[in-house]
């Protein structure tokens, strides 16, 4: 535990100091501060439309900043050869792909904190309502977003960054539209072993009702950690299988 | 414990050899011109407290095989120890230490930083990697660099932490690929002379180098592989003694006696002093020419030949003869 924790805080310690992780946040804030000037929101529903655009830009940034973590760190790892360190060291190699996951999944996560609390902020200020349900929002993206990281970083103990990133990017979208890509009819659940991540829409609970509970965040929790066991374990086997 | 149980642990851990590479082999699979075998059958036996020079031109297989003693890269064959624990087993590499050939950190940390990560993956407590950390970086010459980034480090530098990381928790057995890489004269100086303090502190020393006098000059044994298989293994003066013939070293100015120039094989002229080789049976004959020729005799001793020499005529007959082996000393 304590070495995956020391290739945690380095993961850590590297996206602090990567221009990325921060060109998309500053980004995003500025996008959540412009976004009650956006036109068009609807008719007197000014502040749900306003969270789910909050949502919205929380759920992409945070892609933006997982998918460039778990696509590029392990390939980078290899190429400048500053794994043979850590490995040459007693360290499993399941335990370096999990240690350098949590690493991205704190990051993601403090990302996160800092985005719901602008966009708390702006709300509260352009609408005098403290939306503190944006948190909620915010930890169902940190969620979602952690499971495509660790499709994409077990893809990239393998290949480069791109195809990793399509990869990320396939099973999102697959994820939030198996049912309509096979035309299931109305109220049909997909099989069991269809990739799914329908259990983390949070957008309507968040945006236009009260939350959504602690049960469906159990479940949400339930399912991030039967999706990410699943893709870390892929990624473990992959990577313990390779040549360094 | 008793002085005899001391001894005996002592003489148990002599006889189980620090590092154990038996019948190594990695094949690369179907690659565009067929089957790549990196190493087709290598096996090493590093004996504890001894430092072994891994030599070979190449593409010889040595990094190959160091990668697979350190679970880097996975063997297809072969078996592999070390300090009597299987190397993939866990807790086998507790006890070791790994400089890589260029050794590349992560640009974004500082030494010191570097060196914590490190220390915490060898499991070492936050106060002891603090104290071995300043304590290191001052052995290795980087003293005062601890809050340097290492992406203002010169090659010399990473090297240098390189020998710095691999210190770290002081292990039993250190593997260097290359360590002297990237150095200055001083430096090289500096890193030969650690290797054999830490020799003499009791450490194993798997060491490979293209550089044949670092080898020649601290390396208690050798082994050396070419084409993926050893070419030949043993102590460095068993393998460099040239059976049979003498060095004689003499100071003189005059012409060489006509007997001891008839005797003499072969000469190496350094100033006033000459090196001559001779046949064992004729050196008390060529002593005694030279003493009357009224040159002086500075030295006697078994002729040896320099690794490189031996090195090179190893591998130009290994040319004549693919996949053969030779030498075979210890």
Redesign the interface.
């Known amino acids: 535990m304590l070495k995956m924790l020391a290739i945690c805080n380095s993961v850590i310690a590297d996206a602090v100091r990567r221009k990325v992780v921060w060109v998309v946040v500053v980004f995003a804030a500025l996008l959540a501060v412009a976004a009650p000037a956006l036109p068009s929101y609807g008719v007197g529903v000014m502040a749900p439309v306003y969270r789910e655009v909050a949502i919205a830009l929380m759920w992409t940034a945070a892609l933006t900043v997982g998918l460039a973590l778990a696509t590029t760190r392990i390939p980078a790892e290899v190429e400048r050869r500053t794994v043979f360190n850590v490995i040459s060291r007693d360290v499993r190699r399941w335990q370096y792909v999990v240690g350098t996951w949590l690493g991205m999944v704190v990051v993601l996560g403090v990302v996160l904190a800092a985005f719901a609390a602008v966009t708390i902020g702006v709300g509260a200020f352009e609408f005098g309502e403290v939306m503190w349900r944006l948190f909620e929002g915010a930890f169902g993206v940190w969620l979602e977003v952690s499971v495509i990281m660790s499709l994409a970083l077990a893809l990239s103990c393998q290949f480069g960054a791109i195809t990793s990133a399509v990869g990320g990017l396939a099973f999102a979208f697959i994820g939030h539209s198996v049912v309509g890509l096979f035309n299931l009819p109305e109220g049909v659940r997909p099989p069991w072993y269809w990739p799914t991540l329908d259990v983390f829409n949070i957008v309507n609970p968040v945006a236009h009702g009260s939350g959504y509970g602690l049960t469906y965040a159990i479940a949400m929790v339930v399912a991030f950690i039967a999706w990410s066991a699943l893709w870390l374990l892929t990624g473990s086997l992959i990577f313990w299988r390779r040549d360094l | 414990m008793t002085v005899q149980e001391t001894e005996g642990a002592r003489a148990e851990k002599l006889a189980v050899p620090a590092i154990l590479v038996e019948h190594a082999r990695k094949d690369?699979g179907r690659a565009a011109g067929g089957r790549r075998e990196a190493v087709a059958d290598v096996s090493i036996v590093v004996s504890s407290g001894a430092i072994h020079g891994l030599l070979g031109p190449n593409g010889a297989g040595k990094t190959t095989t160091l990668?697979m003693l350190?679970?880097?890269?996975?063997p297809s064959g072969g078996r592999f120890e070390i300090l009597g624990v299987e190397a993939h087993r866990?807790?086998?590499?507790?006890r070791?230490g790994?400089l890589?050939e260029?050794?590349?950190?992560?640009t974004?940390?500082t030494a010191g930083?570097a060196m914590r990560?490190?220390g915490?993956?060898?499991?070492l407590s936050r106060a002891t990697i603090a104290e071995q950390t300043s304590e290191l970086l001052d052995r290795v010459g980087l003293d005062g660099r601890q809050k340097t980034l290492l992406s203002k480090f010169s090659r010399g530098m990473l090297q240098r932490l390189?020998l710095a990381?691999a210190l770290l928790g002081s292990p039993e057995v250190l593997v260097l690929d290359e360590p002297a890489s990237g150095l200055d004269p001083v430096g090289q100086r500096d890193v030969r002379n650690l290797m054999v303090e830490l020799k003499n502190a009791g450490a194993t020393i798997l060491l490979s180098s293209h550089q044949l006098s670092e080898v020649e000059a601290i390396s208690d044994e050798v082994t050396i592989l070419n084409r993926g298989r050893v070419a030949a293994r043993g102590h460095i003066d068993t393998l460099l003694n040239v059976a049979g013939e003498t060095s004689v070293t003499a100071r003189g100015t005059g012409e060489l006696p006509v007997l001891a120039r008839d005797l003499i094989k072969d000469v190496a002229v350094n100033g006033a002093t000459q090196v001559f080789s001779v046949a064992d049976e004729n050196v008390r004959a060529v002593v005694d020419a030279l003493d009357d020729g009224g040159w002086r005799v500075v030295s006697l001793a078994p002729k040896r030949a320099s690794l490189e020499d031996y090195f090179s005529t190893l591998l130009e007959g290994a040319e004549d003869e693919p996949g053969a082996q030779r030498g075979g000393g210890a």
């Open positions: 690369y990668k350190l679970g880097l890269v996975r866990s807790g086998a590499r507790r070791l790994f890589p260029q050794p590349y950190f992560p974004q940390l930083e990560l490190y915490r993956l060898a499991g390189g990381q």
